[in-house]
């Protein structure tokens, strides 16, 4: 038996006022009034389709609390079933799967046998792969009763099964009523305007000036208990009705999956894009760069004076480098301008840095800056050898001195202009072979002193550490210019900033496209998850719907992903590392990605409305 009462329905004007009625098992109940009077209002609420709770709902002398939705789900699932006035078929599915479908909604199996039993109840005979959109008018409606006895609800609530049918057919499916109601000991609901139903009802309630007055009452007792279903895990429902939604509207999926599978890879393309822009110009820059650095007494200062004192040697002890160089201070002048002369190393990749080359294989050649290659053009002095004297002091501990030597050299070549000196701010040197200025000197002493030292690494990881180890030693005056340690900062904090800014910029994107596509495709199934809601789907049942398409849309778009990330693998050199970071914004992307959809749809689902719904359809 189900009961009401108490019951009011009003939306921008009164419908119905203090509303009492009461259905039986075994009997077919009618309510019929005009059109718009509210006989599908009513059936709302004894469906248990709407929030409305401020009325008395009672399902065999159990007080249904009405503000408790799972129950009031789990009662529209396993007890009432509501077949809507347009029937409530899914169109995608055929007939056999939308027999199929209600069954596995309560946990039934249905065999062919047993849906053509089924079939033969209803009076229907039509192939078990007939779409849904060739079924005529009453076959339709006969396959709604189907689906609706499929879950075996004891209550059947009916809205207008007969209004598209015609005379003959409408005596059909109202015969197919009365005969469930009569052996099968259902409880069946039905409104309709049909003069004909009142034959076949056993008890009519009348809409007339906003009340529901009963005009035929039947005096049979209701004897028929209800047992209430335990709730059952539909997981596997669910993920039956995903995968088959999947499989009939590819093309939507398609469109939201390679959304997904464009940003991924777009990101996975940016991060490579930016780390080989990085590695190339790093690689670059590494190529001229010498892994050198001058020390000195903290005293002296950074750049080389003739002031500059001895540094003392036994700072040498605490620090590992790969090579060891005293410095040896050498000038000379010519017309009239004072040249600082420089050593050049082994170490040193001075060779890829002349504008001009003369006696590239001369160990022993000297190298010109390009503002002496000048002086030297103006004052007409050979550019290709070099004859003259240099300056090279001495360092004593007490009283240093200098000597001065004739150089007869062959040049190497000639700097690129702009090339800069790091030991002085003289930009007119000559740069002498180590070897060479280190041979003069042990000629005039065996002391070991001297105002500073060159130290180099083996490669700039190892230099970077020796720096920071050096910087350090409060009494060490460090020069670290030799190399492009600033420029090589500047392009790890450009591409840095790089990645903060397009990564986000996809990220965001990606998650506003998806979004959006994921609002309207809601939209489209509105009335899809309306009729699961009916049916007996919880808000829940439909966000896990939600859950698991969106599941499987990012499982297929990272294994596209990872098939096209294998190409590019494969075409270039990608380290560990930057795969690494592939995966973390991976993560964070689709991590976002469902949080947003999961926010989004969870709005949508939970301001889902029935009654409105179908009101508007």
């Not at 119905?16 to 009625?21: K, M, P, T």
């Not at 396993?78 to 599915?93: A, E, K, R, W």
């Not at 596995?104 to 007939?130: A, E, G, T, W, Y």
């Amino acid at each position: 038996m189900l009961k009401i009462q108490n019951l009011n329905i009003s939306y921008q004007r009164k419908i119905l006022e203090n509303v009492e009625f009461v259905a039986k098992c075994g009997e077919v109940t009618l309510i019929c009034g005009e059109s718009g009077s509210g006989k599908t209002a009513l059936l709302y609420r004894l469906a248990l389709l709407v929030k409305q709770k401020d009325y008395q709902y009672s399902l065999d002398n159990h007080l249904i609390s009405l503000s408790n939705q799972q129950l009031k789900a789990h009662l529209r699932r396993y007890h009432i079933s509501y077949v809507l006035q347009d029937s409530m078929l899914i169109d995608y599915y055929n007939v056999k799967e939308n027999i199929n479908h209600y069954a596995q909604m309560v946990q039934k199996q249905f065999s062919d046998q047993d849906i053509q039993n089924l079939f033969h109840q209803v009076h229907l005979n039509v192939p078990l792969d007939q779409s849904i959109d060739t079924l005529s008018g009453g076959e339709r409606q006969r396959l709604a009763i189907a689906c609706a006895l499929a879950k075996d609800s004891e209550v059947i609530i009916l809205d207008e099964p007969t209004s598209y049918l015609d005379s003959q057919n409408e005596e059909k499916i109202l015969m197919l009523i009365r005969q469930l109601a009569k052996e099968q000991k259902k409880c069946i609901i039905l409104a309709s305007h049909s003069l004909k139903a009142k034959e076949y009802a056993d008890s009519i309630y009348q809409i007339q000036n906003l009340h529901l007055n009963c005009v035929h009452h039947s005096l049979n007792q209701d004897h028929k208990q209800l047992i209430l279903h335990k709730s059952q895990s539909n997981l596997k429902f669910l993920n039956s009705y995903v995968k088959r939604y999947f499989h009939v509207f590819k093309k939507k999926q398609r469109n939201m999956i390679l959304i997904m599978a464009t940003s991924f890879i777009m990101i996975f393309s940016v991060i490579t894009g930016i780390h080989y822009y990085q590695k190339t110009s790093t690689n670059h820059l590494l190529a001229l760069s010498d892994n050198q650095v001058y020390i000195t007494s903290q005293s002296n200062g950074q750049h080389i004076q003739a002031t500059n004192q001895i540094m003392d040697n036994q700072i040498l002890d605490s620090i590992s480098a790969d090579k060891v160089y005293p410095y040896i201070y050498s000038k000379m002048t010519l017309w009239n301008q004072t040249i600082d002369v420089l050593p050049y190393f082994e170490e040193n990749k001075i060779t890829d840095k002349l504008e001009y080359q003369y006696h590239l294989l001369d160990k022993e050649a000297i190298i010109l800056s390009y503002d002496v290659y000048q002086l030297m053009k103006r004052n007409y002095l050979s550019t290709n050898y070099f004859d003259g004297e240099i300056d090279i002091r001495i360092e004593n501990e007490n009283n240093p001195y200098w000597i001065t030597k004739t150089m007869n050299q062959n040049i190497k070549g000639v700097l690129n202009e702009g090339e800069i000196n790091h030991y002085t701010t003289n930009k007119y040197c000559i740069y002498v072979p180590y070897e060479i200025l280190m041979r003069i000197y042990q000629e005039q002493t065996n002391d070991n002193k001297f105002i500073g030292y060159t130290l180099f690494s083996k490669n700039l990881e190892t230099h970077l550490k020796l720096v920071e180890k050096l910087n350090q030693m409060d009494q060490l005056s460090i020069n670290d210019d030799f190399q492009n340690t600033t420029v090589l900062n500047e392009i790890n904090a450009h591409t840095e900033k790089m990645k903060q800014l397009f990564i986000p910029i996809i990220i965001i994107g990606t998650i506003y496209i998806t979004v959006m596509m994921s609002l309207r495709h809601f939209q489209s199934r509105q009335k899809e998850f309306v009729l699961s809601l009916i049916n007996g789907l919880s808000n829940k049942d439909i966000m896990k719907i939600v859950i698991i398409e969106t599941f499987y849309q990012i499982l297929i778009a990272i294994f596209l992903f990872i098939i096209e990330s294998i190409i590019i693998i494969c075409l270039f050199s990608i380290d560990k590392n930057m795969i690494y970071q592939n995966i973390i914004w991976l993560i964070v992307e689709i991590g976002l990605l469902m949080i947003c959809i999961f926010i989004i749809n969870g709005i949508q689902i939970r301001n889902l409305s029935i009654e409105d719904v179908l009101r508007n359809e």
